[in-house]
């Protein structure tokens, strides 16, 4: 009975050991996350748990565990923590429409967006005066108030940077060097690439022309060389999927480099799609909406378009059909092919959600005719977590994030996103905003304590409404904005 005893005491002791270290690492984090009112409740949280666990040592010093009222109180210690981890810990219930992807989404018929119609195309692309201008606001009267305002306060940012006004000056600077690389990808040799001839591997064919070798590689074998590829040359996150078309725009609206031949045509799907995902910096993010935060995106949609037209053209290479999708060439809906490949699922502020670094990325993709294998979509909570939280909208400045329920638009079940009013406050303040991703409890840096959140809420349905409570403790419910990098300041 001494050596049960002696055991049971022994595993109480380091259970409250791992307890204490675990409420240090997340003092430690929120530190370095400059998280000033974390920090405060993190060390509170932990000068509890340290003692509890110096209390604890001392009664076992004392040998009170040995009598009869201290081991019925180890007992009743063991049984709370026993049902707390039933509670937090084991699998609830999976959301069967996450595991289903975009298709568990779909309540009724769901027509192919026009890409002519996005807030971007119609105030980016279309010029006052031109044949396309006319087309287009007679076929879309319903826009075209709207737009003569919006091109009055200066376009798609207005003036880019307002909010900080000159200080945020190098800033847009950066921005606008980021920007040069997806204009210089966009072209339409870049997108859609042709085979660089390798002399080892071209043949001739009958009229002695050079001809494409094509490699027959096994879906799987292709599957493991795109991917790892893909990750070799800068992505964070890769996922395969089959196209549903439904998610390729039916119109092309997006013009740069001139080709005003593509406009208005028709957009061919294609079967795969290989998408990927960049993480954004933590710390730039927690800078929104100042100009760092506009910085950040550039630099990932610079980076995203690298890989887009670097992985188009190593499938090009092969033998294969590829399109790069990256800021200054897209064919289809990002987030639906994302969640259809497994990256993520889809939250209320109308990002993807993502396991390993929340909505804090930035999304590319390659379409082709490559045989691959698709993964599978995931359930990582995300669903249901968005109903229980709500932080991203009620801090939304724009009111532009839904507070309500789910509501089924365009044949699809979602929060809907006002673009209109977010793209006006953008207008505004001369940035992407991107208050909506720093304020999301997902978007916390993967530091130890933040993992293990990540890992419970995606498991346990209690985890996500205990946990958005402790998140609206810890951080506010309308968290400020963080110090950005010395290097990026703009005050």
């Not at 204009?183 to 043949?203: E, G, H, L, R």
């Not at 990932?300 to 378009?305: D, H, I, L, P």
């Not at 996500?464 to 703009?490: C, L, Q, V």
């Amino acid at each position: 009975m001494e050596m049960i005893i002696s055991v049971v005491i022994f595993i109480a002791g380091v259970a409250l050991a791992i307890q204490a270290f675990i409420g240090l690492s997340f003092f430690i984090s929120s530190v370095w996350e400059k998280e000033r009112r974390a920090a405060f409740f993190a060390g509170l949280q932990f000068a509890g748990m340290l003692a509890v666990l110096l209390v604890f040592l001392w009664l076992a010093r004392a040998g009170f565990f040995r009598t009869a009222a201290g081991f019925g109180l180890l007992i009743a210690g063991y049984v709370v923590a026993v049902v707390a981890a039933i509670l937090l810990v084991r699998r609830t219930k999976p959301n069967p429409s996450a595991l289903r992807g975009t298709e568990g989404l779909i309540r009724g018929e769901v027509n192919r967006f026009d890409e002519r119609e996005q807030v971007f195309a119609r105030n980016r692309t279309i010029r006052p005066g031109s044949k396309e201008y006319e087309i287009f606001y007679r076929e879309h009267p319903q826009y075209e108030a709207y737009d003569k305002q919006r091109r009055k306060k200066g376009g798609p940012l207005g003036s880019i940077g307002a909010i900080d006004g000159k200080k945020g000056g190098p800033n847009v600077e950066a921005t606008l060097a980021c920007n040069f690389v997806p204009q210089a990808f966009s072209t339409p040799d870049k997108v859609k690439p042709k085979p660089i001839f390798n002399p080892m591997y071209q043949s001739k064919g009958e009229e002695s022309e050079l001809k494409v070798r094509r490699y027959d590689l096994s879906p799987e074998e292709a599957t493991q060389r795109v991917k790892g590829f893909t990750l070799s040359v800068g992505a964070d996150l890769v996922g395969i999927t089959e196209i549903n078309p439904l998610w390729v725009y039916s119109h092309k609206g997006e013009i740069f480099n001139e080709n005003w031949e593509d406009w208005g045509k028709e957009i061919v799907p294609d079967k795969y799609a290989i998408v990927f995902a960049e993480e954004m910096d933590f710390r730039m993010v927690g800078a929104a909406p100042h100009t760092p935060t506009v910085f950040e995106s550039m630099r990932n949609y610079s980076k995203g378009a690298f890989i887009a037209t670097q992985l188009a053209s190593f499938i090009a290479n092969l033998g294969y059909r590829a399109t790069a999708n990256h800021l200054r060439h897209y064919e289809a809906l990002m987030v639906p092919l994302a969640v259809d490949a497994g990256l993520g699922e889809l939250g209320r502020l109308g990002y993807l959600i993502t396991k390993e670094f929340g909505p804090r990325v930035r999304l590319g993709a390659v379409t082709t005719d490559l045989p691959l294998v698709p993964d599978k979509p995931v359930d990582i909570g995300v669903g249901h977590f968005c109903k229980i939280c709500k932080k991203c909208a009620t801090c939304c400045p724009s009111k532009s994030i839904p507070l309500g329920e789910q509501e089924v638009v365009n044949g699809t079940l979602r929060w809907k996103l006002n673009e209109e009013t977010c793209f006006d406050y953008w207008g505004k303040i001369g940035t992407d905003c991107n208050i909506c991703m720093r304020v999301c409890p997902y978007s916390h840096a993967r530091t130890l304590p933040h993992k293990l959140i990540v890992e419970l809420i995606a498991r346990n349905a209690n985890a996500r409404r205990i946990f958005s409570f402790m998140d609206d403790i810890f951080y506010g419910r309308k968290p400020k904005p963080r110090p950005a990098p010395e290097w990026t300041k703009f005050k």
